[in-house]
Structure formats: C-alpha cells, structure tokens
C-alpha cells in the first residue's frame, strides 16, 4: 500500500517571504504526483502535478514543484507568499494512471502573517 | 455548471438516522470518486465509478455506506444508521477517464449529533 507524508502539520510564515512544504511518498510502482489547495469550507483546487517528463513543474499561483525520485520527494516551493497564500495545502499519489483513485497527505495548514 | 456541485453543503443529522449526499459532476466525465476528510487529515477514498459501474468499494468503512450512480452521471453517497464517527466532510471529484486529474466539488460537511 502506498502511503504520503507531510512532515510538517503547520507553517507559519511571514508575507514575502518564501516556503516550502515538505512530501514524501512511498510506493513500489509508478505514481503520478499532486499538490492540491483547500481554502476554508471548499473543495480542493490542483495547484500542479507532474505526470513524467521534467523533474520541475509549475503551477498556478507562482508555487512549483521538484519530483525526486531517489528520493520520493515532491516538495512545493513559492518564493514569496501572500496573506492570501493562507491555506491548507495536500499532497497526493495515484498509482497507475493520473486519475485513478488518490492517497493523500495529512496536510499542511499555511498560516502567512503580515 | 461548470464545476463538480455537491448538496447539501451542511447537514445535521440525529445519530440513527440516514442521510444521502448528492454529487452532480462536470457533465460528460466519466470517472466519479467519492472521499472522506475528517476533521484536520486529508481526504480518504471512499469508492469509484466509471459510468455507472462501481468498480473499486475498497473505501467503504462498513455496510452502512452504500453508493450508486444508476445512469452514469449523478451520484448518491448514502448512510444508514449513522453514528459520530461518521461526521466528516464528504467530497466528490470527476474526471474525463483515468488519464485526467480529478476535479473536485466544495463537499458536504455532515455532523451526526
């Protein structure tokens, strides 16, 4: 069974300065990788995903992402966050095929402070 | 519309009683998924359809939870006999097949008092 971890249940930041959220995933077979964001009382919004090729992809909302594969990282970065970054952030896995069934993170809530 | 709706957004239900959530998703996709997040965890497979074949029920806590989506569009998250443990926000996602992510609805928060 494959599972994901985000280390990180909270992080504070301040606004303009840069974060990234950590995930790692375990799975024997390939996987397609997702960063999805959930603002209060919503559903979840797909910031990116990497389904093959370059190791580096970009979302919306200026957040990108590295797949390393040694690793079985897939950590998300943003330069400079805004207030309006404040959200809960989840990584997830399919197995197989990018949209078979999704295993998720615990999250990690993103507070920006001005 | 646009997006996957999902209604009733809230519901209130007395433990015992049933309750069904009603997923409508973008019209003409033909994957349907349905998730469980409890309060603060990530969401967790519930079932999936293709269509209106059920294919993968490997999420379902108990045979309290029963779901069906009888032509292929919209979809019925149904529990019966519900208890504590079941409150939770349910979600729903479509997508066009298996090769396109998911799109998720704003998801039902159900509280079971």
């Known amino acids: 069974a494959q599972s994901v971890t985000q280390l990180d249940s909270q992080v504070p930041v301040f606004e303009e300065a840069p974060v990234e959220l950590r995930c790692n995933y375990s799975s024997s077979v390939s996987v397609y990788l997702f960063w999805y964001v959930q603002y209060p009382n919503q559903g979840l919004q797909l910031l990116l995903k990497?389904?093959?090729?370059?190791?580096l992809v970009k979302g919306i909302n200026g957040f990108e992402a590295e797949f390393n594969k040694s690793q079985t990282s897939f950590h998300l970065r943003k330069p400079s966050v805004h207030i309006s970054d404040t959200a809960e952030y989840l990584c997830a896995v399919s197995r197989g095929a990018a949209g078979n069934k999704l295993t998720f993170g615990g999250g990690t809530r993103v507070l920006v402070k001005p | 519309g646009a997006g996957v709706s999902q209604s009733p957004r809230y519901k209130v239900a007395k433990r015992g009683q049933d309750v069904a959530l009603r997923c409508d998703p973008i019209?003409?996709?033909?994957?349907l998924f349905w998730y469980q997040q409890a309060l603060g965890q990530g969401p967790e497979f519930l079932t999936y359809f293709q269509n209106e074949a059920q294919l993968d029920k490997s999420g379902l806590p108990s045979d309290r939870f029963f779901a069906e989506r009888p032509e292929g569009s919209v979809s019925t998250l149904k529990i019966q006999r519900t208890q504590q443990e079941d409150s939770a926000v349910y979600l729903c996602a479509s997508s066009r097949d298996t090769l396109w992510p998911q799109h998720f609805g704003d998801g039902t928060r159900l509280s079971i008092l």
């Open positions: 990497y389904l093959s090729g370059s190791t």
């Open positions: 019209s003409g996709h033909v994957s």
